[in-house]
């Protein structure tokens, strides 16, 4: 299983978040979508959900935060507590032992962040 972790920021559109996952994908489709607990239920979130007819995932803090990711970020973990939420919501929404299938990806616009992860999902 294919998981796409979005971070993003508040302004973002779905256009910037169908960039970044443009620009992680490369040839992969994923099977769901993740996100941050408080991210998930953005209409921007909702609505990439809906047009890529994907499930999205929200994923708890706590788990974000015991996440080890590739990219540190201190703004991200002071907003979060992980480095990268788009790679921590990837890893965490594929299950144990998921590995990221490659860095994270920024928007042109710089609002939007995704990352690729396969595992499986308990």
């Excluded at 559109?13 to 099977?31: C, H, N, Y």
């Excluded at 909702?46 to 015991?66: F, H, N, S, Y």
């Excluded at 990219?71 to 032992?97: D, Q, Y």
């Amino acid at each position: 299983m294919i998981v796409a972790g979005f971070g993003f920021r508040q302004a973002a559109t779905i256009e910037s978040l169908l960039d970044a996952l443009d620009k992680a994908r490369g040839t992969q489709m994923p099977s769901r979508l993740a996100t941050a607990e408080d991210k998930a239920l953005a209409p921007v979130f909702q609505a990439l959900a809906a047009r890529l007819g994907l499930p999205g995932d929200a994923i708890a803090p706590e788990a974000l935060a015991v996440t080890e990711t590739p990219t540190r970020s201190a703004r991200v973990r002071a907003l979060h507590g992980s480095g990268s939420l788009a790679e921590a919501a990837a890893l965490v929404a594929a299950g144990p032992g998921a590995s990221l299938l490659g860095p994270r990806a920024i928007s042109a616009d710089r609002m939007a962040a995704c990352a690729l992860a396969t595992g499986t999902v308990p």
